[in-house]
């Protein structure tokens, strides 16, 4: 199963994350600085969410280590 993260878990990012989560084939993280959103993404798809401001890299990188794929949705 391929990993995915997905930075914004706004209607785009949240889109992106349910489509690749309900595939099955797929592993989705998803990141955001809003746990609002997240906790609403988190209610509708099998997502795991990580909340962060990206800005930071030292705390994205971790997140971003070991994806197959890292998707921008800001």
């Known amino acids: ?3 995915i ?6 209607k785009i990012g ?3 994350a ?3 989560a309900f595939s099955n084939d797929y ?5 955001d ?3 609002a959103a997240l906790e609403r ?3 509708l798809a099998p997502v795991r969410t990580v909340l962060l401001d990206i ?3 030292q705390e994205l990188l971790p997140v971003a280590t070991g994806q197959d794929a890292l998707f921008a949705a800001t």
């Open 41 to 43: 993404l988190a209610k």
């Open 14 to 16: 949240g889109s992106i």
């Open 27 to 31: 592993t989705v993280t998803v990141v």
């Open 55 to 57: 800005k930071k890299q």
């Open 5 to 10: 993260a997905i930075i914004g878990a706004g």
């Open 33 to 35: 600085q809003d746990a």
């Open 18 to 20: 349910k489509l690749l």
């Open 1 to 3: 199963m391929n990993k």
